[in-house]
């Protein structure tokens, strides 16, 4: 009973995201296919330790001030935030461009970093966001290391789905392109999650040369595909390099 009423739990917290916010009751239950008796009874729990709490306007549930404690807690205790923070602000600074740090989870690239640019304006920094594999830089540059076995099986059970024009949605392709970032080792989106940007990704390895995470600089198609690309390539790999030695690997990669 302790182990279902954790796993419930975990899906409620589950159903919040940056665009869903809040959730009354009727719709965790309708979500979960939970009787809303048994939903009130886990949101209260919640609410007490602080990882929910009620909006009185709107009467629902949003994320509590614990979850955002703890989320704060984790991006400054993971290894590679400490080993890249500096490398990444340095390489944001001198090429004026974003620079993000992303490590694998499940199915998925997970932020755990942003660098900005001294010439953009504050912007919170957006621990938490979630980027596909097969059409980010730094989703690319993360399938592309793993085993090929493992990169079979997610090919075989993802849905390619199309964000933009430009979005590889034939598998074939897609093991392509993986095959071109290891070769060159880095990455590249081109449009292919969002329109009017782009992004260049490569690795980062860990002690023991296992993966560790991936970085990318993301920018407007112009300024990072055009007469500067090589340049940036470079940073990108110099950095990722940098930050890789700083995890305790220290053979070229």
């Given at each position: 009973?302790?182990?279902?009423?954790?796993?419930?739990?975990?899906?409620?917290?589950?159903?919040?995201?940056?665009?869903?916010?809040?959730?009354?009751?009727?719709?965790?239950?309708?979500?979960?296919?939970?009787?809303?008796?048994?939903?009130?009874?886990?949101?209260?729990?919640?609410?007490?330790?602080?990882?929910?709490?009620?909006?009185?306007?709107?009467?629902?549930?949003?994320?509590?001030?614990?979850?955002y404690e703890l989320g704060t807690i984790l991006a400054g205790s993971l290894e590679i935030n400490q080993k890249a923070s500096q490398p990444a602000d340095r390489l944001a600074k001198k090429i004026e461009l974003l620079v993000r740090i992303a490590i694998l989870d499940g199915d998925s690239a997970l932020i755990?970093?942003?660098?900005?640019?001294?010439?953009?304006?504050?912007?919170?920094?957006?621990?938490?966001?979630?980027?596909?594999?097969?059409?980010?830089?730094?989703?690319?540059?993360?399938?592309?290391?793993?085993?090929?076995?493992?990169?079979?099986?997610?090919?075989?059970?993802?849905?390619?789905?199309?964000?933009?024009?430009?979005?590889?949605?034939?598998?074939?392709?897609?093991?392509?392109?993986?095959?071109?970032?290891?070769?060159?080792?880095?990455?590249?989106?081109?449009?292919?999650?969002?329109?009017?940007?782009?992004?260049?990704?490569?690795?980062?390895?860990?002690?023991?040369?296992?993966?560790?995470?991936?970085?990318?600089?993301?920018?407007?198609?112009?300024?990072?595909?055009?007469?500067?690309?090589?340049?940036?390539?470079?940073?990108?790999?110099?950095?990722?390099?940098?930050?890789?030695?700083?995890?305790?690997?220290?053979?070229?990669?």
């Open positions: 009973m302790i182990i279902q009423s954790i796993d419930r739990a975990s899906q409620i917290l589950g159903l919040f995201s940056l665009n869903r916010s809040m959730i009354g009751v009727t719709e965790i239950a309708r979500s979960l296919n939970l009787n809303k008796s048994t939903v009130q009874g886990l949101v209260r729990a919640l609410v007490y330790i602080g990882f929910l709490q009620k909006n009185q306007d709107t009467r629902k549930y949003q994320l509590g001030p614990r979850i755990t970093l942003d660098a900005y640019p001294r010439s953009q304006p504050f912007i919170f920094r957006q621990f938490g966001l979630r980027a596909p594999l097969y059409c980010t830089a730094v989703g690319k540059a993360l399938l592309a290391y793993l085993d090929r076995e493992t990169v079979n099986d997610y090919v075989k059970r993802t849905e390619l789905f199309a964000y933009t024009p430009t979005t590889l949605t034939n598998k074939e392709d897609l093991m392509k392109e993986l095959e071109l970032t290891r070769e060159r080792g880095y990455s590249v989106n081109r449009e292919e999650h969002f329109l009017s940007r782009v992004a260049i990704g490569a690795p980062i390895f860990g002690r023991e040369g296992r993966l560790a995470g991936s970085m990318c600089i993301s920018g407007p198609p112009a300024r990072i595909l055009g007469d500067d690309h090589e340049k940036l390539v470079q940073e990108v790999k110099d950095t990722s390099l940098e930050i890789t030695r700083h995890m305790g690997h220290f053979s070229e990669v």
